[in-house]
């Protein structure tokens, strides 16, 4: 029960603390990409499969589960729109198409893992006729792989680089309102053990340089960062000060 108390602390506090912080400006100023962003997430009938598909390999993965694969893939779009905002509309509505694709099925990608890369390639081929399998494959190897970067067509080389900027986005309030709490219960930690790790866990994750690859996420990106950071020293700040206070029960 001592667990479960703690547990529901850090994620009223992580809440809390978040909701408190001003929204990012990306956030503020991009209304009208995001909408057309979500009409194709919840209504486009590949994209809304493909979230069948996948959403038995993000279940179990406490780090990148199923919320941060949907704002993964939303933010992609949303970037794509500014990429490609002179290219004609059908364009546009291909590349967000794609984006989101490559979006949903980035955290279950990983060319080391063989089976998890073949389970993508079967996905894939059962999308075969409504989706661009080679386009998605090179855009998922080139977030890691850079010497393919350098041999990106144009299409390729937008979504490739706005996937990568909108998993870098993640790492703002998103970390904090949920990849924080859930690493505590993944790892049943007391909130004393959870404490004694975060400052580590702060430099790992937020002391990031202006490393985006869109002109959109170099404009948007450090500031979302920022938000994450901040929310993290403040999430911090509230444990030593709720440690001090219990250490009679703690």
Request: charged share 30%; proline share 1%; hydrophobic share 40%.
């Amino acid at each position: 029960m001592k667990m479960n108390n703690e547990l529901l602390l850090i994620k009223q506090e992580t809440e809390r603390i978040v909701k408190e912080l001003a929204k990012a400006k990306f956030y503020q100023e991009n209304d009208s990409e995001l909408a057309v962003a979500k009409d194709v997430f919840f209504n486009d009938k590949t994209v809304l499969g493909l979230q069948s598909e996948t959403i038995a390999f993000l279940y179990d993965d406490y780090r990148y589960g199923i919320l941060h694969s949907k704002n993964v893939s939303l933010d992609t779009a949303s970037l794509i729109l500014h990429e490609a905002e002179d290219e004609s509309f059908e364009k546009k509505n291909k590349l967000i198409f794609l984006g989101e694709i490559a979006g949903l099925l980035y955290n279950i990608y990983d060319p080391k893992k063989d089976c998890n890369s073949d389970s993508v390639k079967e996905i894939l081929n059962r999308l075969a006729e409504m989706t661009d399998e080679r386009t998605i494959l090179r855009v998922l190897e080139a977030q890691s792989n850079l010497e393919m970067r350098k041999n990106l067509d144009e299409d390729e080389k937008i979504i490739t680089y706005c996937l990568y900027d909108a998993n870098l986005f993640r790492y703002g309030a998103d970390t904090v309102a949920t990849l924080l709490w859930e690493h505590f219960a993944y790892e049943e930690l007391t909130i004393v053990d959870f404490y004694n790790k975060l400052p580590a866990l702060i430099e790992k994750t937020f002391q990031k340089e202006n490393i985006f690859l869109s002109e959109t996420g170099k404009k948007y990106g450090p500031e979302i960062l920022a938000i994450g950071l901040s929310s993290a020293q403040n999430i911090l700040a509230w444990m030593e000060n709720y440690i001090n206070n219990n250490k009679a029960i703690l």
